[in-house]
Each structure stands twice: as C-alpha cells, then as structure tokens.
C-alpha cells in the first residue's frame, strides 16, 4: 500500500525558470495539502485541493505560485519565474477528508534556486 | 486565528532519561492537536493527535500527551528515549468543523545522546 508520493525527490532551478512539483495521494485519498518548510522553520500550509476543487489557498502567495488536482493524475504545484527565496522544501499530505483525520505526508520535493 | 508555540528549539537528553517536549497553542475556537516527528530527508508521521475525551493521549514508539485547555498546552512525554528518537518533532493544530489546514509550531530538535 503505497504511500504520499512526491517527484522529484530534489529539483533545481535558474532563477526566472519554473519548477513543477508533483503529487500521487495514497490510495483512497481524494483530499490534498501542500506546505512549504523553510531552513530551521516549520511547515506553512499553501494551499488545500480536493479533486478539480481549490478548497482552500489562504497560504498561496498570490503571484507566481498556482496549484491544481485535476479527475485524473497527481496533484501539481507549479512555480512561475522561481526565485532565490522560493528553495526551501515542499511537502505534500493527503487525506480521506473526514474531520480529525490524519494527513499523511510525502517525502518532500527539495527545491533548489540558483 | 491560531498559533502554536514551541519553546524550545533544541533538547538534548541522554539515553534512557525521560522526555518533555513542549508544545503551547493559542486558539479562540477548540482545535484538534496533533504531534509529528520527522527524521532528517524524510516527510512528517504522525505520532499522536488529539481529538476530544480523554485528555491522555498514547501514541507510537511510547510516546504520549496530555491536553490541558486551562494551560492551553499539549506537551509530549516519553519515559525512555533511545538514539533512534533523534529527530524533529512538530505540535500542529487544526479547526473543527471548517479550516482543515494544519498550522505548525517551529519544531523541536531532540537530540539523544549515548
């Protein structure tokens, strides 16, 4: 029973490139999260994503970053025009939906911006 | 709004001694709380949440919590840490019945020592 699944492990950009980060849910999972962790700082949620459905993206920053989860495929987090302060660490987590119910997180896709 | 606190930002500890690692959050609505560990180069899993009833909270690998809304806290206790408990761990909270996003504290380093 696989888990949270994230590709690539590591990427790295130029700045002014675009970063695309991919997200596989756990089996039965139709609710998504993205958060962002960086250095010596806890994780900040981005945005949150049900299938085809932006449930919640209060923690987007409002240029360059946009997210989907489309019927079919992994969630997609893409970065436009990256710059130095976008490396950090992007986790994503999924989830059944119900109330109280654990999020289980992926490896984390380490972004690099040179 | 909420917020979590975590005090400390590195605990060392010897093997086989007891454990507190704080955890203080600021809510103006009850919130569900979580602890997360993560180890280095790898995603958060979950160790314990809480809920609601009992305030004493069992998780993995012998931790526990215990909730206390007077002290608005939920500090994570283990009796007898070993090595491999070196790691990073996160006292998240979420809201009921609307905001499913976790918002994390900054994270506590426990460092074990032989």
């Known amino acids: 029973n696989a888990g949270v699944m994230q590709n690539p492990r590591h990427l790295v950009r130029r700045r002014g490139q675009e970063a695309r980060l991919r997200c596989s849910p756990m089996k039965g999972h139709s609710h998504v999260y993205w958060y962002r962790q960086l250095p010596e700082e806890g994780l900040k949620f981005m945005v949150y994503l049900q299938k085809e459905n932006i449930i919640d993206e209060s923690g987007m920053p409002k240029e360059r970053f946009s997210a989907e989860f489309p019927k079919e495929g992994p969630s997609i987090l893409r970065i436009q025009q990256v710059v130095r302060g976008d490396s950090a660490a992007y986790f994503c987590a999924s989830s059944r939906g119900q109330e109280g119910d654990e999020q289980f997180f992926g490896p984390g896709t380490r972004l690099t911006v040179l | 709004a909420q917020s979590v606190t975590q005090l400390d930002s590195q605990v060392p500890v010897f093997e086989e001694a007891p454990v507190e690692l704080r955890c203080n959050y600021s809510s103006s609505v009850s919130v569900y709380l979580f602890w997360y560990v993560q180890y280095p180069n790898q995603g958060l899993q979950l160790l314990l949440k809480?809920?609601?009833?009992?305030?004493l909270v069992k998780g993995i690998n012998g931790f526990e919590a215990e909730f206390n809304k007077s002290q608005t806290s939920f500090h994570l206790r283990k009796p007898s840490v070993h090595i491999s408990d070196t790691a990073e761990y996160f006292c998240?909270?979420?809201?009921?019945?609307?905001?499913?996003?976790?918002?994390f504290g900054s994270g506590t380093r426990l460092q074990v020592q032989p």
């Open positions: 809480y809920l609601s009833g009992s305030t």
């Open positions: 998240a909270v979420s809201r009921p019945r609307g905001r499913r996003a976790l918002t």
